[in-house]
């Protein structure tokens, strides 16, 4: 049933590839135009939207903060992302024109069920996006948009995340279409991206050996650091969160610069510090990260930096370097992402931990 896996976390990362594939298939109709058939609010309607509130928890939560920066990006619409515990009770500004999206693997987080009670009554449209067709959310809402990743069983979501942040990609851009803003005359290019990253994320996961044996060398690490700027900053949020789940290692996510603000004061001796690099070149924060990494590394961090294949800018500052196939800053989270998972996975089992049932922690969490 694990089809030869230690654990189902294992084997989840290893589906991530067809995962992103299946979640993207059939988009398009004849005309290359987007189609998302579940999403059944008018195209009127979502003309008239003036803001999105993306709702969700734990993994969920920070696969909406990547989808923020590419919905504005594309749609120019204002979006906000929301812990769904915190959503309802602080009288959140919600109207008519709202455009409220929820994300739940499981379809039946009570914290993000009661977040689209609440949104629906002060009349927004809701979408869920959700990976367990019929539960209790996609019932709710107005629309769906079904993630296409098969069963996940490892309690510390993998595969839910990635096809989470492809469905974002693809809703995002189907919002673009609809209101008609330049990125809808480049949504084809964009989706031909999208179709080349499982190819891209099987890479990643063929070269992890380098990364299993990383997390032999920092088993004995009691806290471990995460940086990333712009879409690095969700996915650093994402790797310290896989640490704490399954690991129960004290680990952090922090934007690169915030750095200076505060945390860098944690920074000692052999601290392992990742760092996710934006593309270089194409991207303005390239070099301000490569600083923080010379920054980190001035005052004794060990660096694990996670960078595109051809940047030898950080070569001078990275102890270890994990390479990435390029793409574009927006979808790099897509590859970023795995090589986290596989640490976060494999320290686990070194530390003699069950990767799938962490203690303490439910796959779906059916209470406020
Ligand atoms: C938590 C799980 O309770 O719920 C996390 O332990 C998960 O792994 C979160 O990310 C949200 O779950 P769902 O099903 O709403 O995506």
Same mark, same amino acid.
């Given at each position: 049933?694990?089809?030869?896996? /230690? ?16 979640? $993207? =298939?059939? #988009? ?11 999403? #059944? ?26 989808? %923020? ?22 009288? &959140? ?8 999206? @929820? ?7 009570? /914290? ?29 809402? /107005? ?5 296409? +990743? ?7 979501? @993998? ?52 990364? =299993?044996? $990383? ?24 790797? +310290? ?17 915030? $750095? %200076?603000?505060?945390?860098?004061? $944690?920074? *000692? ?18 070099? %301000? ?18 960078? *595109?294949?051809? /940047?030898?800018?950080? *070569? ?12 574009? @800053?927006?979808?790099? &989270? ?28 439910? %796959? ?5």
């Amino acid at each position: 049933e694990k089809g030869g896996f /230690d654990w189902f976390m294992r084997k989840e990362i290893h589906e991530q590839p067809q995962a992103v594939a299946d979640t $993207l =298939l059939g #988009r398009f109709d004849a005309d290359r135009r987007l189609t998302l058939d579940e999403v #059944r609010i008018s195209e009127a309607e979502l003309r008239t939207i003036d803001k999105i509130v993306i709702v969700a928890c734990g993994t969920a939560f920070y696969a909406g903060l990547v989808a %923020k920066y590419a919905i504005e990006h594309w749609t120019r619409v204002p979006c906000e992302v929301e812990i769904a515990s915190e959503f309802r009770y602080r009288d &959140p500004i919600i109207t008519g024109r709202t455009l409220v999206v @929820t994300i739940s693997q499981s379809g039946e987080t009570a /914290d993000t069920l009661m977040a689209v009670r609440h949104a629906r009554e002060q009349g927004a449209k809701v979408i869920a996006i959700c990976n367990t067709n019929g539960s209790t959310i996609p019932r709710e809402s /107005d629309a769906v948009l079904y993630t296409h +990743a098969g069963p996940e069983i490892g309690v510390a979501s @993998t595969k839910g995340f990635m096809t989470q942040v492809a469905a974002c990609y693809l809703l995002g851009l189907y919002l673009a279409q609809v209101r008609g803003t330049k990125y809808g005359d480049e949504i084809a290019t964009i989706m031909r991206e999208l179709e080349s990253m499982p190819a891209k994320i099987q890479k990643v996961l063929d070269a992890q050996q380098q990364v =299993l044996d $990383l997390a032999a060398e920092l088993v004995d690490s009691k806290t471990v650091l995460f940086l990333g700027r712009h879409v690095g900053y969700p996915v650093a949020l994402e790797g +310290a969160l896989k640490l704490k789940e399954i690991a129960y290692l004290h680990a952090e996510g922090f934007p690169a610069g915030e $750095l %200076k603000h505060g945390p860098i004061a $944690l920074v *000692e001796q052999d601290l392992p510090v990742f760092v996710i690099v934006p593309p270089q070149g194409r991207d303005q924060l390239h070099d %301000k990260v490569v600083s923080n990494i010379q920054e980190v590394r001035a005052r004794g961090a060990r660096t694990i930096v996670l960078v *595109e294949e051809g /940047d030898h800018e950080v *070569e001078p500052y990275a102890d270890v370097l994990i390479r990435l196939p390029q793409a574009s @800053t927006l979808l790099q &989270p897509l590859l970023a992402t795995v090589p986290l998972q596989v640490f976060a996975c494999e320290l686990a089992t070194l530390l003699g931990h069950d990767a799938d049932q962490p203690r303490n922690l439910a %796959k779906s969490v059916t209470v406020e």
